[in-house]
């Protein structure tokens, strides 16, 4: 990811202000987004579990396997070999994997299930137009 942008300034989500006439120098997206590059790697997500939390079909994650996770973090993992993006929670209820759509279980880890953590979600990039 090479490519640089430029920021114009903040644009006002409301009603319009008087265009600012000052152009930030170019936006480096890794610089922005990657802390740790040589532990970070992108990801297409596919399905709805996680359309709660923003995460669409189609969306660009990215992760970041130098991270640990936490309670509340989004994250990828494999549980059984099966890769999931989902919100990781770890209580005296034990590890669980939470979707953020009602429609999908919450994947409570059982004794003997084998759970590979692969990474923390760091952000996600949602295009608006369609390719």
Request: proline letters at 8%.
């Amino acid at each position: 990811m090479a490519a640089k942008a430029s920021v114009a300034g903040a644009v006002v989500a409301g009603f319009p202000s008087p265009a600012e006439q000052y152009v930030e120098p170019p936006l480096d997206l890794n610089e922005f987004l990657v802390r740790r590059p040589a532990a970070t790697y992108f990801v297409t997500v596919e399905g709805d579990s996680m359309v709660g939390a923003g995460i669409r079909p189609g969306d660009l994650l990215v992760v970041d396997r130098s991270l640990r996770p936490a309670d509340g973090d989004i994250v990828v993992a494999a549980v059984d070999g099966r890769y999931t993006v989902k919100t990781y929670r770890a209580d005296a209820k034990g590890v669980r994997l939470v979707p953020a759509n009602p429609a999908y279980p919450v994947v409570a880890l059982e004794p003997g299930q084998e759970l590979d953590y692969f990474g923390k979600v760091t952000a996600c990039i949602h295009r608006f137009v369609k390719k």
